[in-house]
């Protein structure tokens, strides 16, 4: 094995990891703020790679310029999955919230395949394609760009987060609700940018990902499984451990695939997530 | 008079903790919640900040009506709620607690001024200002909560349980700034339990026991009375 392949599996792995840890970032949005796991993540990621699909197969649209209307889609898609089935779900018990988003997973997809059968489908002839090759590794370019716009997308959030006051405000509700509320922060508002936001992350990474990637209705269910261990990873509610988390499973998976064997991808992944769970269940950079 | 609560019932679920509770408290006055542990002091606080709902009665604030007016519009009326144990936001810095009081337009016209009035009163708060508020002391958090709650211009500031587990020291300072706030014009609501201490700084107090009123009257008077000590000595 020559230092080119291990080069080849890092870059692709780094890649790869910029758009778990985004996917990732959404998912620990909407944890961090109201302690709901959205179960539905993976099928909201699915809707928005078919967002981009449609845009560009009924419109024309390419890929890399629908990635705005992807974005305001998906936005809407999480407040109007906050109005009309988050809100109802806040107080109820876990079993109750965890079956309301694992159920909304089931109908999104479910009316995906009803709508637009199970087939595969891809974005013919994309803008980006091609690929570069850099001492002897080579790059896809809608992957790179991909990756590149996903860690772009990272940062923005990160500092929207810690630098606005909109940003503040999310971590306030995020870590007292009622306190939050007291002071004059509608939490209710708050919860719908949370989602807003989170399935925004979901729309770049998707709407990125359907310039090369095979676009189906099953196709959210494994990146939904990373997210929840790079969230795990990285620590529940931790935003900056998601990026550390996404770069270390796309690394794990890459590197693991080339050194084992590539059929048992997932396992290397997911043992993983087991480490971490039985030695530090809060996450490289969680609080609890 | 500026708040003015009448008659009010409190449920959770089916439980009633409140029996038709009626107070009020007027312009610069401090005035003492009293009451044994679970006699419903903080659920009457929390009903004024629509925490928690109220059956019966109603709650006017400056003669309006507020019984309905969600909970995060109440800082923009002039309440601000200080809640039980502080309840800073741990993993912000205090500057950006502080920045969080400031909420509500009018607030955050004059955040410049309340910033620096804020660290005269309470100048540690300035020197750690950006350090995380889960990392100072209990008496510091009482103090960044009360100035959070200051940071909205209110009228009224409600503070539950202020001197719990602090030392005495930090007790002393707390009294003398609650004393200045009220001087400014701001009312003070306060829920206690230590009688002594809070009829020594009180205008007047109310007693609440099993939900409700036993009796109310000025701290001289409440400080000598048979009902009190029998509220909290039994009989």
């Known amino acids: 094995m020559t230092s080119e392949i291990i080069l080849q599996a890092i870059v692709t792995g780094l890649m790869m990891g910029l758009i778990y840890a985004l996917i990732a970032a959404g998912l620990s949005l909407i944890f961090g703020l109201m302690d709901i796991v959205n179960f539905a993540h993976g099928e909201h990621l699915m809707l928005s790679m078919f967002s981009s699909f449609w845009l560009w197969s009924l419109f024309g649209i390419d890929p890399i310029f629908s990635i705005p209307i992807t974005i305001l889609l998906m936005a809407l898609c999480g407040i109007v999955t906050h109005y009309f089935l988050i809100r109802y779900i806040l107080k109820a018990k876990m079993l109750i919230q965890i079956c309301a988003t694992f159920g909304l997973s089931i109908f999104i997809r479910s009316i995906a395949q009803l709508l637009w059968t199970p087939d595969f489908r891809n974005v013919d002839k994309p803008l980006l394609e091609g690929r570069l090759e850099v001492a002897s590794v080579f790059i896809g370019q809608p992957q790179l760009i991909a990756s590149i716009v996903c860690l772009a997308a990272f940062i923005g959030l990160y500092l929207f987060v810690t630098r606005t006051e909109t940003g503040l405000a999310l971590q306030a509700t995020a870590q007292d609700r009622h306190a939050a509320e007291i002071l004059g922060i509608p939490s209710n508002k708050m919860f719908a940018i949370g989602w807003a936001i989170g399935l925004g992350c979901v729309g770049v990474a998707g709407g990125m990902m359907s310039n090369y990637f095979f676009i189906f209705t099953d196709v959210g269910i494994n990146f939904a499984l990373f997210a929840f261990v790079a969230v795990a990873l990285g620590g529940f509610g931790s935003i900056i451990g998601c990026l550390y988390a996404g770069i270390i499973i796309g690394l794990v998976e890459s590197l693991g695939g080339l050194l084992i064997d590539p059929s048992f991808k997932l396992l290397y992944v997911f043992a993983i997530y087991l480490l971490v769970v039985i030695y530090r269940p809060q996450g490289l950079f969680g609080r609890y | ?235």
Request: hydrophobic share 40%.
């Open chain 2, 1 to 235: 008079m500026m708040l003015d609560i009448k008659n009010i019932d409190v449920l959770y679920d089916d439980f009633q903790v409140i029996w038709d509770v009626s107070l009020n408290v007027n312009n610069s006055e401090m005035v003492a919640l009293l009451g044994p542990n679970g006699s419903g002091k903080s659920t009457v606080l929390n009903t004024v900040s629509n925490l928690v709902e109220h059956k019966k009665g109603e709650i006017f604030f400056d003669k309006e009506l507020i019984s309905n007016i969600p909970t995060y519009h109440r800082t923009s009326i002039g309440i601000s709620h200080v809640l039980e144990r502080r309840r800073v936001f741990p993993h912000l810095t205090v500057k950006q607690n502080l920045l969080l009081g400031a909420w509500h337009p009018k607030a955050k016209e004059s955040l410049d001024k309340s910033l620096s009035k804020i660290y005269k009163i309470f100048p540690k708060l300035e020197s750690r200002s950006s350090q995380l508020a889960h990392t100072m002391s209990g008496g510091e958090q009482q103090m960044l909560a009360i100035a959070r709650g200051l940071m909205g211009l209110p009228k009224l500031l409600m503070v539950d349980e202020p001197f719990l587990g602090l030392s005495p020291m930090v007790v002393k300072d707390l009294i003398s700034i609650f004393k200045s706030i009220v001087s400014e014009g701001i009312s003070i609501l306060f829920v206690e339990q230590n009688v002594r201490l809070a009829l020594s700084m009180a205008d007047r107090g109310y007693v609440l026991e099993s939900g409700r009123l036993v009796v109310s009257g000025s701290s001289k008077d409440l400080i000598d009375s048979d009902k009190v000590k029998k509220v909290f000595l039994g009989s």
